[in-house]
């Protein structure tokens, strides 16, 4: 009598394999999901690029920070600014400031924001632009923004 070779997996291989998928996905589902919260960040990062370029071009024509807000600057109002995570943009002497809605994360609540401050050099007449946030989100935030 011959022995019969066992074709396919048995129950224990298949446990085991399973177990592996479950621990996978056990630490890839949370960095999945930073990832997409910083997504969401860069997305209010580069809303705050094109009222930069506003600040920056009023400035040039101006050549003083003071006095420039979202009318001078030609940027919507404040509550007409809207984003999917952005509940307002604020502009008052060059300083952008976007507010923050709690579509990236529930934790990012109350006056959560993120500002832009420009210095001008006088010598050159560049604007040189500083980040800085009041979050407590900051895990999203990109780095030249966590102060």
Known sequence: MKAQ???GFTLIELMIVVAIIG???AIALPAYQDYTKRSKMAEVVGFMSSARIAVAETYSTTN???GIDNAKAGLAANT?????????????DGVITVALNTGIDSSCTGSAALTLTPTA????????WAGSSNTNCTKFVPANFRS
């Not at 600014?81 to 008052?92: E, K, M, N, P, R």
């Not at 050099?121 to 040189?128: C, E, I, K, V, Y």
């Open 64 to 66: 003083t920070l003071t």
């Open 23 to 25: 621990i996978l996905a």
């Open 5 to 7: 070779m066992q074709k």
């Open 121 to 128: 050099d006088a010598t050159t007449g560049s604007l040189t």
């Open 80 to 92: 007409q600014a809207l984003g999917s995570y952005i509940s307002g943009l604020t502009v008052t």
